[in-house]
């Protein structure tokens, strides 16, 4: 598997609270893609961070990625109800046009 | 217009019997992905053209059909739907090195 162990899988927060969701992986990448999906909707791109970047931030959002531990963490600050999604990281692995996922998190923001 | 279109959006199907699920893209992206995610599981590559190649993951070779009859439309296709086959199945386009753009998905449920 691309991915380790690591992944939440359900994560329950009150609003205005900050959190981070972590990935692992195992295979060299040269970007991290972090995707979000709404209930009923396909995933969407909302950051992403490339391996010459060690933290990329948009609005609430912060990205950090470490080559050498092969690792990766989205935080969001103040937490909003609308966050509630899933979130997903994915690798670029075994070409430019493969995307892998990792298993994503459940993120419920609580009002 | 960045909307990836799937139809239909739910499906029931019986076992043994054919499936064609619909996806189309009016981006003129080069390239055309098939995903299928089940429960609480990362959504998993089946599939992509590049234009008009087609490339099949090695462990689904087997087991889905795809055509693209030109740039806008590509289909999934199951030739005898098993159990197994019951989940979401997102089609994404993009341009070379660009994000991936995902349609809603079409829930597919075997009986």
């Known amino acids: 598997s691309q991915w380790g162990e690591e992944n939440l899988q359900a994560l329950s927060i009150q609003e205005g609270e900050d959190v981070t969701m972590n990935c692992s992986y195992k295979t060299y990448t040269t970007v991290v893609h972090w995707y979000r999906q709404d209930s009923g909707r396909g995933p969407a791109l909302i950051i992403l961070i490339r391996s010459n970047e060690r933290e990329k931030r948009s609005g609430r959002l912060r990205a950090t990625l470490d080559t050498s531990s092969q690792s990766s963490s989205l935080s969001i600050t103040a937490a909003q109800c609308e966050d509630t999604a899933v979130y997903f990281c994915?690798?670029?692995?075994?070409?430019?046009?493969?995307?892998?996922f990792g298993k994503g998190t459940q993120l419920i923001i609580q009002p | 217009d960045t909307t990836v279109k799937q139809n239909p959006r739910y499906k029931l199907a019986r076992v043994g019997k054919p499936v064609n699920l619909i996806c189309s893209q009016t981006m003129n992206h080069d390239t055309m992905y098939w995903y299928q995610k089940k429960p609480n599981q990362a959504p998993k590559l089946l599939l992509f053209?590049?234009?008009?190649?087609?490339?099949r993951e090695a462990d689904t070779f087997e087991k889905f059909q795809s055509s693209r009859p030109n740039n806008s439309f590509c289909s999934l296709y199951i030739g005898s739907a098993g159990l197994e086959y019951s989940a979401m199945y997102l089609c994404?386009?993009?341009?070379?090195?660009?994000?991936?753009?995902f349609g809603p998905g079409t829930r597919l449920t075997v009986l």
């Open positions: 994404a386009s993009s341009s070379p090195w660009d994000e991936q753009y």
């Open positions: 053209y590049y234009d008009k190649i087609l490339n």
């Open positions: 994915a690798t670029v692995a075994g070409g430019a046009d493969r995307l892998t």
